[in-house]
Each structure stands twice: as structure tokens, then as C-alpha cells.
């Protein structure tokens, strides 16, 4: 495994989708309604614990930042933890 592959799975944070909040959801219904509301899980799965969501979907992070939300991590700022 490499160096990154062990840093990603040493900070993941598993959460159940029914361990979300009303209020979490409410909070990523909102935020993804006008961006791609399928990715509203995702969003929700983020908001719960205040973490970090990965991912490389353009639209949606800078559907967000328009918004001055800063729940996204890349790759590129992953592999830079990691040196």
C-alpha cells in the first residue's frame, strides 16, 4: 500500500446515512439543490462528523465555493499532505 493509500485510510471516517441528522440533511438539500442534488448524500455524509469530502467533480466544487463553502478536498491537496 502506498504512503497516501495508508494516509487516506488512516483519516476516512465511516458514517451510516441513518446516523445523519435532520438538520445535516436540510443543510446538504440546500447547498446541492442548484448544484447536483445527487450528490446531497455525499454532502450530508460531510456536514455530520465536519469533515472533508474527496472528490473530482469540478461542478460541484466550484458550485460550492460560489456558495463559500469549503467542504471539498482534491487529490492534488491530498498528495501534498502526504509528502
Known amino acids: 500500500m502506498s504512503d497516501i493509500e495508508t ?5 476516512i471516517n465511516f458514517v451510516s446515512e441513518e446516523k445523519i ?3 445535516s440533511w436540510r443543510q ?3 447547498l446541492t439543490k442548484d448544484i447536483d442534488e445527487d450528490d446531497t ?4 455524509l460531510a456536514i455530520e462528523p ?10 460541484l466544487s466550484k ?7 469549503n467542504l471539498i478536498v482534491t487529490t492534488g ?3 501534498k ?3
Open 63 to 69: 458550485g460550492l465555493v460560489k456558495k463559500g463553502v
Open 21 to 23: 441528522s435532520d438538520s
Open 41 to 44: 448524500p455525499f454532502i450530508a
Open 28 to 30: 446538504a438539500i440546500l
Open 7 to 11: 494516509l487516506v485510510l488512516l483519516t
Open 50 to 59: 465536519d469533515a472533508k469530502l474527496w472528490t473530482g467533480d469540478k461542478i
Open 81 to 83: 499532505l502526504a509528502k
Open 77 to 79: 491537496e491530498l498528495k
